[in-house]
């Protein structure tokens, strides 16, 4: 008896019902992606023609796409009953952040609001930077802006490896990012002076630090790398994560789940550059799970490197390189195992902006009663119904499916 959450970071199903106050009613990341491959516009090498995901068709998530908009996507209504269980979940939490929807599916919905920079140039006060520089020993900053991780790294990755200034820039998140060198900046100095600026921006409640190293010689062939590592307040309640630690269970966690939930409860941690490897690494946390544990697994292919670069047939290939791999997983699993595949947010590439979307989440669940899902009011009741069937203390928010 062993649990296991999968988080599609960003794979929405449909504009929540409060998108409006977002600026995001209409949104739909899957949907969007399956029209416009439906219709041609994102035909390219390597991937054609319609979204292709017969697997996870199979196990409801065109029906849980119509549960979220009252449509069926193009080429994702299944002829017969799902062979899963199926539903929705509206986030209760405010914002449309990576912290808040994972921590939600772990049991615990923030109440509070987040702190954000203002879109101005720039955007950091003297405030922040000047005790940051003289803490971490930096000759300034370049950026001070919101800016795509991608293309801030294009435009200033050569001044910064000939100053030695660090690029440090937010987005519409709650959100420190900074990106630096990995080879000339040095991983251990990004590290350092993140630490130093998670302590500076706490008072100002910014959710997350993120160090952004990357590599490459100029602008043509810089790119970031999978040593990312994200500094983020730890969660204001215990989550699912806590209880299953204090009660002695066996917990990994796959890709950025540990820095998410800042290494609180988070067990052993298997990390992987790209999703082809993060789900490697989930194969091998399905293998040594032992019985009455528990893996929480997320990939973030899917938000970084296609939602925010709004690269939809980057997306519609990501999804279907998804799908076709999910079997290995089906086949690894025990009689008596529960898999729930579920998403934190949106990231609609069709959308305006580069942004985070605010949709509901598919839940697609192998394994456990055959009750109905429905559509969920919270994404709490993800960690409700582990707690229930990994037999552990119920959670304080949310109700069991």
């Known amino acids: 008896m062993r649990a296991m959450i999968l988080v599609l970071d960003s794979v929405g199903i449909g504009a929540a019902p409060d998108a409006g106050r977002y600026g995001d009613e209409g949104a739909d990341t899957v949907g969007h992606i399956a029209e416009a491959c439906a219709r041609g516009d ?54 449309k952040d990576t912290p808040s929807g994972h921590w939600e ?5 923030v109440p509070f609001e987040w702190g954000y920079f203002p879109k101005t140039v720039p955007c950091f006060s003297r405030d922040l930077i000047d005790p ?80 952004r190293p990357f590599i490459g010689s100029s602008a043509e062939t810089f790119r970031r790398t999978a040593s990312r590592r ?7 309640e215990p989550t699912i994560l806590d209880t299953a630690s204090i009660h002695g269970r066996d917990i990994i966690s796959i890709g950025k789940i540990d820095d998410i939930f800042a290494h609180r409860g988070t067990g052993t941690t298997k990390k992987g550059d790209g999703n082809d490897a993060l789900f490697d690494r989930s194969l091998e946390g399905c293998d040594q799970l032992a019985e009455g544990g528990l893996l929480f ?23 279907e390189a998804f799908d076709a791999r999910l079997p290995e997983l089906l086949g690894r699993l025990k009689a008596d195992d529960l898999l729930i595949i579920t998403a934190d947010h949106g990231c609609d590439p069709t959308w305006a902006g580069t942004d985070h979307t605010r949709e509901q989440v598919p839940i697609l669940v192998v ?3 055959q009750a109905r899902i429905g559509q969920r009011h919270g994404f709490a009741d993800i960690a409700a119904t582990v707690a229930r069937h990994l037999e552990l203390p119920p959670t304080p928010h949310g109700a069991p499916f």
């Open 230 to 236: 994200d500094f983020a307040v730890p969660p204001p």
């Open 367 to 369: 394994g456990g009663s």
């Open 42 to 95: 994102v035909d390219r090498a390597g991937r054609e023609g319609p979204l292709r995901l017969p697997h996870l068709v199979e196990l409801g998530l065109g029906e849980a796409c119509h549960l979220a908009t009252g449509r069926y996507p193009p080429a994702l209504r299944r002829s017969c009953r799902p062979t899963a269980r199926y539903g929705t979940a509206i986030e209760q939490s405010k914002g």
């Open 132 to 211: 940051l520089c003289d803490e971490a020993a930096l000759p300034g900053i370049l950026g001070n802006c919101h800016a795509s991780g991608t293309e801030i790294i294009a435009r200033l990755g050569e001044a910064h490896v000939n100053t030695g200034r660090p690029i440090c820039y937010t987005s519409a998140d709650s959100v420190f990012q900074i990106a630096a060198h990995e080879e000339t900046f040095g991983l251990d100095r990004l590290y350092g002076m993140c630490a130093v600026a998670r302590r500076l921006v706490d008072p100002l409640n910014i959710g997350r630090v993120i160090a």
């Open 105 to 109: 599916i772990a049991g615990v919905p």
């Open 297 to 319: 697994a997320n990939f973030v292919d899917f938000d970084t490197v296609h939602g925010h670069r709004r690269d939809v047939a980057g997306y519609a290939a990501a999804l």
